[in-house]
């Protein structure tokens, strides 16, 4: 054995340890999450209605509130683009049908117009828009309100959750229709007021999710251990028990994005949600539904829209979910 | 535990109490008078609301209206169905919701969690697919456009059902409302049922269960099923008190007498009806009340592990 | 013919089953017998009503569909002919003072479902539960109505109620004292608040009274055979006693409460319903069908929608609608025909006047108040040059260049008020630039609730004519009524109006018609409201069911003379 046999440390190409050992958590996240098909197609629809939600309406020269009309030359009345289905005329005369012969031919409406000559393609995307955005602000907000309320409820027990679970019985058991008719006294109407009313409401499930996972979880060792050595109750909310609640929460949130959804057409049903002639994804479904037998491609672009947002998130949440809390053997 | 259920009871009670309070503050101070009628004068509706003492304090209004209540007396409306006894209109709509409402949540329940095992069991193969698109569809394609769809192929195209309720024909009228009420309660269980199985498996007294030689049947009644449920009492709990107070919609469309067409009656029909809201509103309460009593008890039987600590705060 | 052949069968197969299935409920009905008896000769009808039955006291009935089931089954003085005049019901005759001001009322032998007969001193005790309670439709018997000699005292001053001017003079005979000579007074009697009720009967059920059949009594053409309150569905049958019972050929009419218009078309082609209304999509649906097409029959619903302005300061930014060129800029930038044509397509009627058309008739010539629409062409059309003209004056009036307002509106009136409300933002905000007229929705009930607190800018409200005369929308708009919303203020008007009921013209029904139209004239040349359509129902009926009668007025639809054929 010679020198040459010897190496020093610092020389050799140890990379794969240094590396694994120093690989940041959320890289970690980052790589897992990507691994899976089924998390990028969720990325991809939700980034691809994204992207329409921003710019179709842009695109299809419609604006979501402009009525179509002609005037008809004979009798001077204006006739509305109403009820029209789904056209497009360069394609149709590629496929060498006959052309359309009203009064709106050479228009291009590519989900079709709704009840008052309004292009479905732009009201789609713009109530994707507002949609979104409703579900986004309140979701955030719920989930940090509903698990802050639920872990700290269920991990002290006793007195202090009798008296806050009294507290989600009080608030829960007043009908949703009861207190937003109160809440529209204090407030203008409009998405401000869906967005506090959703609020009010949808935190109590987050909150209870987390409360039963706390139950579930703060009787483990490791939460045992973690006070054996002294970690403070603050600690063990939120750096112990807060990671490993992910799951279900994540579950829930996606859940709770068609519920945002439908109870804000219900709000703007009721009359404190959005002003017309605005629109998001719910209306649209109601709207639609007015005429589901007789004009029923109306019904069908805002539920579509709706189901793969549902689906996407579903894709992402379910691979989150698996990157933020990995097996064993994952890893 | 006796005492532990004694005390649950206990607190229930003073919690419905003090929500029929709040209901009974926030129905005054709603918008919309009581009596909106074009045809009638100012005058006339000073006197109306004099001759129903709602000009007195609300302290004295609500021990009023609460002696009367503990009698079984709501009172009759201010402004809707005029003279007839708010129990008698209520309990022909309880009648009626509960038993479609029942209805979906048994039948969503039970292919609910079917659907949901199947799916964990069969993880990221055909079924969990399936069962993924489902659960999607079921949620977020609103019960109403399932309902016009059934109607529409069964009532319709075939005359297989009833195209409308009718209280003489029960259960035939029931299936429609019912199945279209249902198929939330169905993706909802499934999706979660899978879910919380899929972490439970995953978890360690399982793995020690199989490298035990457990497996099959007995490990998912005795080890998964067990601990996957509790969540899904809780996602179950507000379903309930939901499907059982009436679903507004589809309760219009199908001509069914029920709960959530009585309560837009009573808030935007003709005018707010206080004693009508106030009456499904203390319902709504003492159901949810009652349903969350039974969830917390039952999370007792469920998991020991509450058992204790439950009596352990109680100390 | 097959077809039909098929249809039958089915239609016994449906009965058998239908039997079949309600045979263990009811098993004390002789259940081999009945099902091919009821099949051949029982004459029912499946009937829409857009809205629950509200009440079934007479007293206290606000809404038509009510007003509807109720004179199924009561009768009053007179009734309806198939054009809207009053003829004997159970009234045999009667008699006119020579001043005008006693009406003395035969009645003929008819009988409550109970056995008891139809008296004088039902009517008496009626007329003055209503007024001595003050009902909401109380004013129907004050002296902007009818008339009634002491009903403004009770009502309003708290005279003694058995001082009203009714009296029974014996069993048969009922006399009714007025203070004005009402011309129409025979027609007011087959509205449903001057209805008889059986005195004795009604004590006994109270409050209960109409809340179930077995605490409702008929003397009418039929029986209320199954109802709850807020029933979704209820059923009347023929009543065998009825005083013309020969004349009725339905034997029982189900209603079925249904909520969306495309839902009522479904129904009607089940053929589930004989008769429904739509509105909206469902009508150009139904018109493109061959099937449906020859079913459709538009009758006139009477309400009008209009637009009301506020005009106090409290409103539109300190009042700016109280200016008159502001609001016939408005009224001139809505396109009234495009509305009807293109969002209501329910055979409604474009309106430029401040009384509908086709509901008030002059008594002596016939000729319908507004029947000629064009009357007001220069202050009331869709022009929008002319609007913008308009426009310029009341900015430089007002000396600000835009306007922003907020209209509301009921979002449980109707699916078409959600689209015509949409459009009319669209039309006066292209035909004005400058002005921004936001929508909010509301329910109706909070809508009146902010009208009558004169809290709101622009309101899409209506009204219906409670009887066939035009003072029924123009007795609104004098200072102070309650129904004027708009709180706009005209002495020359007030003074019109005044003269009409109460004053100069009372015996001078030309004279008053006259004035009528004055008043009408200034109204609308101040754009006190603007009126939009008048509304039509677009009904849907069955081929079998033939001779519903059709009414803008009081009662909207009457079965009495309807035909089932087989």
Not at chain 1, 132 to 158: C, K, N, Q
Not at chain 1, 219 to 231: H, M, N, P, Q, V
Not at chain 1, 256 to 279: D, K, N, R, W, Y
Request: contains cysteine.
């Amino acid at each position: 054995m010679t020198d040459q046999d010897f190496v020093l440390l610092k020389d050799r190409n140890i990379e794969t340890d240094t590396n694994y050992a120093s690989m940041p958590y959320w890289r970690g996240v980052f790589k897992r999450f990507f691994a899976k098909k089924r998390s990028v197609v969720g990325l991809v629809i939700v980034a691809a209605i994204l992207v329409l939600a921003l710019l179709g309406p842009v695109l299809s020269g419609y604006t979501y509130r402009e009525i179509t009309s002609v005037v008809d030359e004979e009798t001077g009345k204006e006739v509305v683009a109403r009820g029209i289905s789904p056209r497009i005329p360069w394609l149709h005369k590629l496929l060498g049908k006959e052309d359309y012969t009203d009064r709106f031919a050479d228009k291009t409406f590519l989900f079709g117009t709704d009840d008052l000559g309004r292009d479905l393609w732009t009201r789609t995307w713009y109530g994707a828009r507002v949609s979104l955005l409703i579900a986004f602000v309140t979701i955030i907000i719920d989930v940090i309100i509903g698990m802050t309320f639920g872990l700290t409820s269920g991990y002290f027990g006793g007195a202090v959750d009798g008296t806050m679970q009294r507290f989600v019985e009080v608030a829960n058991s007043v009908p949703r229709l009861v207190i937003v008719s109160v809440l529209a006294i204090f407030m203008p109407k409009g998405i401000g007021l869906v967005i506090v009313a959703l609020l009010l409401t949808e935190w109590i499930g987050m909150s209870k999710i987390a409360r039963a996972e706390m139950l579930k979880i703060k009787e483990l060792e490791y939460i045992f251990a973690s006070r054996t050595l002294g970690a403070g109750n603050f600690g063990i909310i939120f750096n112990d028990v807060l990671p490993n609640t992910v799951g279900p929460i994540i579950t829930q949130v996606m859940f709770s994005i068609p519920t945002a959804i439908f109870t804000e057409a219900f709000l703007s049903f009721v009359g404190v949600g959005i002003m017309l002639p605005q629109c998001s994804v719910g209306s649209l479904i109601e709207d639609g539904f007015n005429n589901i037998t007789t004009l029923p491609y109306q019904i069908v672009p805002p539920i579509i829209v709706l189901a793969l947002l549902m689906l996407g998130f579903n894709f992402i949440g379910d691979g989150l979910r698996e990157a933020l809390a990995p097996k064993l053997e994952d890893m | 535990m006796q005492k532990y259920i004694f005390k649950r009871v206990i607190t229930a009670l003073i919690t419905l109490l003090v929500i029929t309070f709040l209901l009974f503050w926030l129905v005054r101070i709603m918008p919309g008078n009581p009596f909106p009628s074009e045809r009638m004068t100012d005058e006339a509706i000073a006197a109306k609301r004099a001759e129903m003492g709602l000009d007195d304090p609300i302290l004295t209004q609500f021990v009023r209206y609460m002696k009367k209540v503990l009698k079984g007396d709501f009172g009759k409306g201010t402004s809707l169905f005029n003279g007839a006894p708010i129990h008698t209109v209520l309990n022909k709509a309880i009648a009626n919701s509960f038993k479609i409402g029942g209805i979906a949540i048994l039948l969503g329940t039970f292919v609910g969690l079917v659907l949901g095992i199947i799916a964990a069991l069969n993880r990221d193969r055909f079924w969990d697919v399936f069962c993924s698109v489902f659960s999607i569809l079921g949620v977020c394609v609103p019960s109403y456009v399932f309902l016009i769809f059934l109607q529409y192929t069964f009532a319709y195209k075939t005359t297989l059902l009833p195209y409308f309720f009718d209280s003489s024909q029960f259960l035939k009228s029931s299936i429609i409302p019912s199945l279209s009420l249902s198929l939330f309660t169905m993706s909802t269980i499934a999706r979660f049922t899978r879910n919380e199985m899929i972490e439970v498996m995953d978890s360690d007294y399982v793995l020690l269960a199989e490298a035990k030689g457990m497996y099959g049947y007995k490990l998912i009644t005795r080890h998964v099923l067990r601990n996957a449920l509790i969540p899904i009492v809780t996602v179950l709990a507000p379903l309930i008190v939901d499907l059982l107070t009436g679903a507004l919609v589809v309760e219009k469309i199908y001509g069914i007498q029920g709960i959530g067409k009585l309560m837009v009656d009573a808030i935007s029909g003709e005018g707010i009806d206080y004693n009508y809201v106030l009456a499904l509103g203390i319902l709504y309460s003492s159901l949810y009340i009652g349903i969350m009593l039974v969830v917390d008890l039952l999370y007792g039987v469920l998991d020991p592990r509450i058992r204790i600590s439950a009596k352990g705060g109680d100390q | 013919m097959t077809k039909k052949l098929l249809a039958i069968l089915v239609a016994l197969v449906m009965v058998l089953a239908a039997c079949g299935t309600a045979a263990p409920a009811n098993s004390g009905n002789d259940e081999g017998a009945k099902p091919a008896e009821t099949a051949a000769a029982e004459k029912s009808i499946g009937v829409m009503l857009s809205t629950n039955v509200m009440s079934l006291d007479c007293n206290l009935a606000t809404d038509g569909d009510s007003f509807e089931v109720i004179a199924d089954c009561i009768d009053g003085l007179t009734q309806m002919d198939a054009d809207g005049a009053a003829i004997p019901a159970l009234a045999e005759s009667w008699e006119i003072s020579e001043d005008g001001l006693t009406w003395t009322f035969h009645l003929r032998d008819a009988k409550w479902a109970n056995g008891d007969p139809v008296t004088a001193n039902d009517f008496v005790f009626a007329w003055k539960t209503a007024v001595a309670t003050n009902v909401e439709y109380g004013y129907m018997f004050d002296s902007s109505v009818a008339c009634v000699k002491n009903a403004d005292e009770i009502m309003y001053e708290g005279a003694d109620p058995d001082t009203l001017g009714v009296s029974a003079a014996d069993d048969k005979t009922l006399v009714v004292e007025l203070i004005a000579p009402v011309s129409f007074f025979d027609s007011l009697m087959y509205f449903p608040t001057f209805y008889p009720l059986n005195e004795k009967f009604y004590t006994e059920c109270g409050d209960t009274y109409g809340t179930s059949p077995e605490t409702f009594l008929s003397n009418g053409a039929y029986i209320l055979s199954d109802y709850t309150p807020g029933a979704a569905s209820f059923t009347v049958t023929k009543n065998l006693d009825y005083w013309n019972a020969d004349q009725v050929s339905i034997d029982s009419i189900k209603y079925q409460v249904v909520g969306s218009s495309d839902n009522a078309l479904t129904a009607f082609k089940s053929g589930t319903l004989d008769l429904v209304v739509i509105s909206g999509s469902q009508v150009p649906a139904a018109q493109e069908d061959e099937n449906l097409a020859s079913k459709i029959k538009v009758t006139g619903a009477g309400y009008m929608w209009y637009l009301s302005f506020s005009q106090t300061e409290a409103n539109a930014n300190g009042g700016q609608l109280a200016n008159t060129n502001l609001r016939l800029a408005f009224t001139n930038a809505i396109d009234r025909e495009s509305l009807v044509e293109n969002y209501v397509m329910d055979g409604s009627l474009p309106t430029y006047t401040c009384v509908p058309p086709q509901f008030a008739a002059s008594a002596t010539t016939g000729e319908d108040f507004s029947g000629d629409q064009d009357k007001f062409k220069d202050v009331c059309s869709f022009d929008t040059a002319k609007a913008l003209e308009y426009f310029e004056a009341a900015k430089a009036e007002l000396g600000v260049d835009t306007f922003e307002f907020t209209m509301i509106y009921g979002n449980n009136e109707g699916d078409e008020v959600q689209k015509v409300a949409q459009a009319i933002k669209e039309q006066i905000e292209g035909a004005l630039p400058g002005v921004t007229l936001n929508l909010q929705a509301m329910s109706k009930a909070e809508r009146l609730d902010k009208m009558q607190n004169d809290n709101y800018d622009v309101a899409l409200t209506r009204w219906g004519p409670d009887y066939a005369d035009p003072m029924t929308y123009l007795g609104m708009w004098i200072t102070d009524n309650a129904n004027n919303y708009g709180f706009w203020s005209n002495a020359d008007y007030d003074q019109l109006i005044k003269d009409c009921t109460t004053g100069a013209y009372i015996n001078d029904y030309e004279a008053r018609w006259n004035a009528l139209y004055e008043a009408e004239t200034i109204a609308m040349n101040e754009a006190v409201i603007a009126p939009l359509y008048t509304k039509a129902s677009a009904n849907l009926i069955s081929d079998k069911l033939q001779g519903v009668e059709f009414h803008p007025v009081a009662l909207n639809r009457v079965y009495k003379s309807a035909t089932v054929s087989d």
